[in-house]
């Protein structure tokens, strides 16, 4: 299984930037799914998550009302919508497939499958 997240790139703060992470090897339908970033100097936190069944979603305090994530199962794709972009939001952010369930995602433990980061930097 493989992860191909897309989407990186210069964003100036109060913009949008769509993120896309194609699942290839498996159908994603079988993976929860989430969205972990890491900035400069942090460790890697859990941005949002996805269940497989259900599409119940979870927020980081820090992005709720503000990111967004979906999923297209027929497409074997999550997307992160990010919008209202703050210099903080500045990250390597990594797509995540698990077949445990939210709590792996709190707790960044147990994830199946990583795919490789992108990077968003967001200007003042």
């Known amino acids: 299984v493989q992860l191909q997240a897309s989407g990186g790139g210069l964003v100036q703060a109060g913009g949008s930037r769509s993120f896309s992470c194609a699942v290839s090897g498996r159908t994603s339908s079988t993976y929860n799914m989430g969205w972990f970033r890491q900035g400069p100097g942090k460790e890697r936190n859990l941005v949002a998550a996805i269940t497989k069944s259900t599409g119940k979603t979870y927020y980081a305090r820090s992005v709720k009302g503000r990111f967004t994530i979906s999923r297209d199962n027929a497409k074997n794709t999550v997307y992160l919508q990010m919008n209202g972009l703050k210099t903080e939001d500045t990250a390597m952010y990594y797509c995540?497939?698990?077949?445990?369930?939210?709590?792996?995602?709190?707790?960044?433990?147990?994830?199946?499958?990583w795919g490789k980061g992108t990077l968003v930097t967001v200007s003042s």
């Open positions: 995540a497939a698990s077949l445990r369930g939210l709590g792996a995602f709190l707790q960044g433990y147990g994830m199946d499958y």
